[in-house]
Each structure stands twice: as C-alpha cells, then as structure tokens.
C-alpha cells in the first residue's frame, strides 16, 4: 500500500503532499512503511497539499561533534503542525534512546534557530516559530512517553501541535524546507551596499532573485538528495541546476557513505573551486567540518600540467603513460577521445576504484572517456553507480541526445554495457533513474527565449533555421509548451514557455528593455567605450560588484586586442578587469574579486555572472548558418543571470539584432514553421569536402580549448581565420 503514495492524485484540484525517499534502507523497513502509510492516508483525508506540508523518509542528517550522531527515519513538515521527527526503534536502542531523541532535536532546533526568520522571543530564550517535536516510533510501548506506537498517537500529536501555534506562512515554510533539503547552502553571503527602500537598484533585485534561486524547486531537490543503485542521466537545459544537483548529491552520498570513493569530474577546468565550493558548503551545512577530501575527489576530465585529472590519473595509478595533447592532436581530430581511447586499449587493465562517479557537463565528454569511466567505477553492468548530468544544447546543438549505447559501448556478447531500461527494473516505483529538469533558474524567462531564438536561428533574415528539435515532446523537456498541435513539416508552429519553468521573478522589478540591451557601433574602440560606460552604470548606479560582470568576446581572432581596449576604457573608470587570456590555462580560477572579468566563449563555458556583455557578435556573420557560431552565441547569453548586453561594429551585428528584436517582441512565446530536417542538413552539407573537414576540425578543436595546455601564441593561431 506504501507506494500508492507516489501516484499523487489531485485533491479539490491541489497535488497532494510530497514524499522523499532518500535512502535506500526503505525498502526492508516495515516500521517506516506503516508510518509513511498513515501520513499518506492522512493527506489524503485532511487534504494536505504540496504547498502545505512534505515529508522525508532517512532525512536530514544533521551530525554533532560526537563520532556518532544519530538521525531520524521520518521527518514530516507542515504549515499547520509544525515539524515532528520519528526515530524508528531498533534492538540495542533501549539503553540511549532518551539521549539520542534528546540529540535530534537539538540538532534541527539549532540548524532552525540559525534563521532569523524562524528565531521568535527575546534575546536570552532561545525560541523558534514552529513546535518541533521527537519521538522514537515502535510497536511496542516498552520505552513510555518517548515513543509512539501506532496510527492514533500520531495523529493525537498531530492535534496538539496543530494547537499550540498560528500556521507558518510561505516564506517561514519554505525557510525550513531550504534548512532541511540543504539548500539553504546557497545563499549568498556577499556583502552588497543595498538600499532596501530602492528597489530598482541592481544590487536589490540581484539579492531578490538570490534569494529566490536558493528554494529551486522539488524535483530538483528530491532528485539531488534521493541515493540509487545503479546508472542514473540528469539532463536539463542551461541554467537548470543540474551542477547543484550533482554538488549536492556528492555532499549527500558523501555524509550518507563516508567510507567510499567518490568522483566528481567535468569537463571545464574553471568549474573547479564552483563545484568544490558547493560541495563544501552543503557537507558543511549538515555536518559543521570539511568533507574527507581523501574518499571525495574533485578532478577535471583530462588534467594537465599542475592539474590532476580523471585521464591522467588513470594512466598513473595503472602503469600507463599518459599522452600529452601535442601528441594526440597529431593523431586525430579529437584528441581527448584518443587519448582516452589509447589507454583503454592499453596491455595494462585499468582498476575499478570509485563506489560513485558523478559527471557534470557529460555532453562535451567523448565517447572513449565515459567508457573509461565505466572501468573507473566499481560493480557490474547495472549496479556501476555511474550519475551523468546532460545538456541536450549545449554541445553545438545536437538535436539527438546520444544514447547509453552509444556512449558506454557493448559486452563482447553484444549486450549493452548500461541501459537505463533495464537496470530501473531493479529500482522501488518510487525512484527514477532518468530525470528532466525543465525549470531554469539561472537565465530570465526573456534571455532564455532569445538564446533559443538565435542558437536555433529561428529568426534568421532568410527565414531558413540552423538547427531544430525532433518533435513537440522534444520541446517539452526543455520546458516548453505547444500552443499549436501540428509539427509536421510548414506547419506555423507556436511555442511557449511558461513561467512556471521560468519562474524567477525579475520581471517585477525590470522591464524586457533593461533586461537585454544591444547595440551596433562603428568601431571596436566606440564599442569599447560604451561597454565601459554601461559597467560603470551597474557598478556606480546599479551598485554591482566588479566581479558581477563578465565580459565574453565571440570574436577569437580579436579578443586580446578588444580585452586591451577594454581594459584601458574600464581604467579610466576606476574599474580593474581580469583578462582570463593572461592568466595560465591551467589556472582553476575564474573569477577574482574587485575585478570585472574578460573571457573567450571556451572559457566562459560551465560560469555565470549576473550582467553579461557579449561583444564582437559581428564576427559570426559569415558563419551564422552554422550550428557552431550559433551555439556560440547561445552559450554566451545563457551564462547571464539577470542582465544581457550585446555589441557588435556595423550591419554584420545588426544581422543579429533584427533577429533578437523578434524574439524579444514575441516573448514568452517562438512562432516558426517546422522546418525540413532535410533541408537543415543541406545547410550543413553544402561544402566542398575539404572545407567540410576542416570545418569540423576547427569546432572540434575550439570544443576542446579548456582541456589544451597551450602557450597563447599556439592558440591564437588556430583562430587566424585563413584555415
């Protein structure tokens, strides 16, 4: 009866309360079932919502100082109850029972009392919001008052604390979820000069929609914090929280397994302090120490000079040695999937050594270097506790989402290695192991529209689309709805994107014309000046900080001449910059404080600022009927937070401006008619072999620059444009 709970139904038209199974203990846990089952019934009789109360089965796990910390089964959450945690009952428990409920309910007291939101009395009585009550659940009443023991003195308990306070509004509710889920982790705590009475400022509406990302929504959260056996994809546009997820999902299995070996590997090196960072900050959260950097490891894909990697650590560990990139780039036009496809054909037999792998960024990672992974990752077939993040655009926008097949290979038998079918038939109903997450919580609604605009080319002079999606399902997942049912081939189709998937609130405090801004200039230099002016209106008037701007040249043959320009115009306005062009390729750092950044596209790639600047947008031109310039501009939009400016020098940019003032007219909605896949590919196709090849050799290449440990010089000249 227990799993009925996850066929949520509607009730008087509100989705009933949710349930998050976290551990995998469940399933033999027959306590726990029966009172999983009466919150379940009981939501159903009293009609709880989602929005009015939640409940965790094996979270939070709140530690102390003691080597053992002890931790509910069940914890349910309401607005008109407050929270009540259940201690299952075990043999052994008897003799520290008392202590132990003593010691839950001071740990969540505390992690509550944190929130000036939920603290209530006087300076010297420690009081919260809410009653918080604990109790150990048996069927037997040999331990007295400290225990419940059946559906009854639940719901008596229940009633009294339903008695004893008014009902948590939205913002007190959702604190506690945040503190209970982890997510309370995110909040920034960057200092900001904000004028609380001027909420137009920048600094006012950025601290707003912080504030709002840090409650990103359930699905994300259950899916970051629930542990399975086996494979599991997490895929999602740009801006979906897929990073967050992982982070959080390694600092979870880490507390919850803290003996085994975890992975987490990407593929752009400047992610490194962002994902160690958010790791730290939610172990810290449950557990006030530094996660055991010695079982949790944090490695780039490849690696290099001062930096170890999954690759090159690999080869070392299992008496292979490792290629160097000058090597491999010799021997085919990708050189991580050769490398790692070297050392996978090696005499030497690479070792299993991680319990978990997590991989963010799993659409740029070759072929070769997922089934390394494989061989990295102890178990059989479908219990490789193997966790890929995926975004289906960001990789040069390929409309087909490679497949477990494909990227994993077979057995000598013929049988697939991982297929995601087969090893769910090993899951409990309640658990899945391939998520979508369709919100986007780092783009506005407007941005992320007119990214998908121009990557696509939807809006294109010529009216012929670069790229498309497959299907109205397709659209779907990326968290769009059909206004239109026909998608065959002309058809008009409308699409739209529904706040609900956007949901940050940005448009309360800006309009559409503050949110994107462009603008064609004669010159590099007048561009220049007026990128400047701009940066120097968010940080004097908008009161950003110089590390919230992040300048991104599309123009690589020019961007250290336009980062020189800059720099000097950013100088003259008392603003310092951060030309990641001179920093070592190698460094792990992006950002630096006090300093506005300037980057290439490959660099930027994995990072985000809340005011982007996408300049040298003309360069494209020539190349806009190609999925890979397009793919360059909607990976630069997609990196702003909350405000977008682009520039460019003459009608080359106003090419693109035409087509982002469409977008930004049409907004929330994209009209197009279906195109001919056929003919899209024409486009594609229509090359002399050697141009073909060498055009696929320059994006391949340009895909991998954040992997290459090379000298400026070296590459500069793979972008002189005479290839």
Same mark, same amino acid.
């Given at each position: ?9 509607? &009730? ?62 069940? #914890? ?30 001071? #740990? ?181 120490? *530094? ?95 193997? &966790? ?27 049988? *697939?290695?991982?297929? #995601? ?56 997942? #990326? ?15 409308? &699409? ?68 020189? &320009? ?158």
């Amino acid at each position: 009866m227990y799993l009925n709970m996850y066929n949520r139904k509607k &009730i008087s038209g509100r989705k009933l309360m949710r349930t998050v199974i976290t551990s995998k203990t469940f399933e033999r846990n027959h306590l726990a079932r029966q009172v999983i089952d009466f919150f379940v019934e009981a939501a159903k009789r009293f009609n709880w919502g989602e929005e009015d109360a939640v409940l965790y089965y094996g979270f939070p796990k709140f530690h102390g100082y003691e080597e053992y910390t002890p931790c509910p089964e069940i #914890l349910f959450l309401s607005k008109n109850h407050g929270m009540l945690a259940l201690k299952i009952v075990n043999e052994g428990d008897s003799d520290d029972l008392e202590a132990d409920l003593d010691e839950i309910h001071s #740990l969540i007291f505390t992690k509550l009392f944190e929130s000036r939101v939920l603290r209530s009395g006087k300076r010297r009585t420690k009081e919260i919001r809410l009653p918080l009550e604990v109790f150990g659940f048996d069927e037997d009443d040999t331990f007295g008052d400290v225990i419940l023991t059946c559906a009854e003195d639940i719901e008596q308990t229940l009633a009294d604390m339903q008695a004893s306070f008014n009902a948590l509004n939205d913002l007190e509710f959702n604190e506690c979820r945040s503190i209970i889920e982890g997510t309370k982790a995110l909040s920034s705590y960057t200092k900001r000069d904000i004028d609380q009475s001027d909420t137009s400022s920048k600094s006012y509406v950025l601290a707003a929609l912080e504030e709002e990302i840090k409650n990103f929504d359930f699905e994300q959260r259950a899916s970051a914090v629930s542990i399975i056996d086996g494979p599991q994809r997490i895929r999602g546009l740009a801006g979906s929280g897929k990073t967050v997820v992982l982070a959080m999902k390694a600092a979870h299995l880490h507390l919850t397994e803290p003996d085994k070996r975890i992975l987490f590997t990407f593929y752009t090196k400047s992610l490194y302090d962002h994902v160690k960072n958010l790791i730290t900050k939610f172990y810290r959260h449950y557990k006030k120490v *530094d996660p055991n950097w010695d079982n949790l490891h944090i490695k780039h894909a490849w690696g290099g000079s001062g930096i170890d990697g999954v690759y090159f650590s690999a080869c070392t560990s299992n008496g292979i040695q490792p290629m160097k990139f000058s090597e491999a780039r010799a021997r085919g036009s990708n050189p991580f999937d050769y490398v790692c496809k070297n050392a996978l054909l090696s005499q030497e037999k690479i070792r299993p050594i991680y319990h978990y792998v997590l991989m963010d960024e799993a659409q740029d990672m070759p072929v070769h270097f997922f089934r390394l992974i494989y061989q990295l990752t102890l178990g059989q077939k479908d219990f490789k506790n193997i &966790i890929w993040g995926y975004d289906e655009l960001q990789n040069i926008f390929k409309v087909k989402t490679r497949s477990p097949k494909e990227l994993f290979g077979q057995d000598v038998d013929g049988t *697939d290695l991982v297929d #995601l079918d087969r090893s769910s038939q090993n899951l409990p109903s309640y658990l899945e192991n391939d998520i979508v997450l369709k919100k986007c919580y780092r783009n506005p609604r407007d941005i992320l529209i007119t990214a998908h605009a121009l990557g696509f080319g939807l809006y294109s002079k010529d009216g012929q689309h670069v790229q498309s999606l497959e299907d109205k399902e397709h659209w779907q997942d #990326l968290g769009y709805e059909a206004k239109t049912d026909d998608f065959s081939i002309g058809a008009k189709v409308v &699409i739209e994107r529904p706040e609900k998937n956007s949901p940050l609130s940005i448009l309360n405090y800006e309009t559409k014309e503050e949110l994107i801004k462009y603008k064609s200039l004669g010159d590099m230099t007048s561009e220049s000046q007026w990128i400047a002016s701009e940066i120097e209106d968010f940080c004097n008037n908008g009161h950003l900080k110089a590390e919230d701007i992040l300048v991104i040249s599309l123009d690589d043959r020019r961007a250290r001449e336009y980062f020189e &320009i800059l720099t000097l115009e950013l100088s003259k306005r008392g603003l310092r910059s951060n030309n990641v062009l001179l920093n070592p390729y190698n460094s792990k750092r992006y950002l630096e404080e006090g300093k506005v950044t300037l980057s290439t596209i490959h660099r930027a790639k994995g990072n985000e600022a809340p005011a982007v600047f996408v300049i040298g947008v003309d360069a494209l031109y020539y190349d806009r009927k190609s999925r890979f310039a397009r793919n360059k501009i909607f990976t630069a939009y997609t990196r702003s937070k909350a405000w977008l400016r682009v520039s460019g020098v003459g009608s080359n940019a106003d090419a693109f401006f035409a087509e982002m003032h469409t977008a930004i007219k049409l907004s929330p909605n994209l009209e197009f008619y279906q195109p001919d896949p056929d003919t899209i590919e024409t486009i594609q196709r229509d090359l002399s072999d050697k141009k073909k090849n060498i055009k696929q050799l320059r994006e391949e290449i340009s895909s991998q620059l954040d992997l290459l440990n090379l000298s400026e010089d070296e590459k500069a000249a793979f972008f002189k444009g005479d290839l």
